[in-house]
């Protein structure tokens, strides 16, 4: 019973590294998203896909890609890294888009030095 | 645009004490409110949700009440235990933003033995 999937759980990089969070949900969700938590701030969207081959930014997008090949992964992808995407961040799935109820992986920590 | 705001913590209280978290929302229309909790080392999952005016969303011992009028969601239980030692989210579902579900800045909660 996996559900959301999040790898890595930590991760340090320095800054203008790039680097890959995976996500995969064993579910069959059409909808999958990506936030990050700050303190403070709550949950913000990065990006979000309501079905593979459909990808859309979200609040804050700036500095991230995403892209949906199939249905199960989600990947965000960090092109040249810097302090402030310093974070947690949580990959989402529900059933469609507009259904409330969202399934969370258990978060990445990232660093960027 | 929609908003949550929920008291700041963290909030310390003994077990078996009563427990009140508030929120508030802005929002146009009439979104569905929820409480998503977050237990250490995990994703947020959804612990209670009401989606008109007036319903009561309760599970695991927790309610809150959709009150339109005061445009509130106060999270309550009457008797909390050291295992509902978490963070809470207030939460809303959107249709004026990309989110979708836009989350509160979390309120964390310890309860001491």
């Known amino acids: 019973n996996a559900g959301v999937t999040q790898t890595p759980k930590f991760q340090v990089l320095k800054t203008g590294q790039s680097m890959t969070l995976q996500c995969a949900q064993d579910?069959?969700?059409?909808?999958m998203s990506w936030y990050r938590q700050d303190p403070g701030m709550g949950l913000r969207l990065i990006h979000y896909?309501?079905?593979?081959?459909?990808?859309d930014q979200g609040e804050v997008p700036n500095g991230y890609n995403v892209s949906r090949s199939t249905t199960e992964d989600f990947p965000l992808r960090l092109l040249s890294a810097a302090p402030s995407q310093t974070s947690v961040y949580f990959c989402?799935?529900?059933?469609?888009?507009?259904?409330?109820?969202?399934?969370f992986g258990s978060g990445t920590q990232l660093s960027v030095l | 645009g929609d908003s949550v705001t929920q008291m700041e913590g963290p909030v310390t209280l003994s077990e078996e004490a009563f427990l009140t978290i508030n929120c508030t929302y802005t929002a146009t229309g009439y979104p569905s409110l929820f409480w998503y909790v977050q237990y250490p080392g995990e994703g947020l999952q959804l612990l209670l949700k009401a989606t008109k005016a007036d319903d009561k969303g309760s599970n695991k011992g927790f309610e809150a009440t959709y009150r339109k009028e005061t445009t509130s969601f106060h999270l309550e239980k009457g008797s909390v235990q050291v295992s509902d030692s978490a963070v809470y989210f207030c939460a809303l579902g959107s249709y004026s933003s990309a989110s979708k579900i836009i989350f509160g800045s979390g309120t964390r909660l310890s309860i001491r033995p």
């Open positions: 989402a799935s529900t059933v469609t888009q507009g259904t409330e109820k969202l399934f």
């Open positions: 896909s309501v079905g593979a081959g459909i990808t």
């Open positions: 579910m069959n969700h059409e909808y």
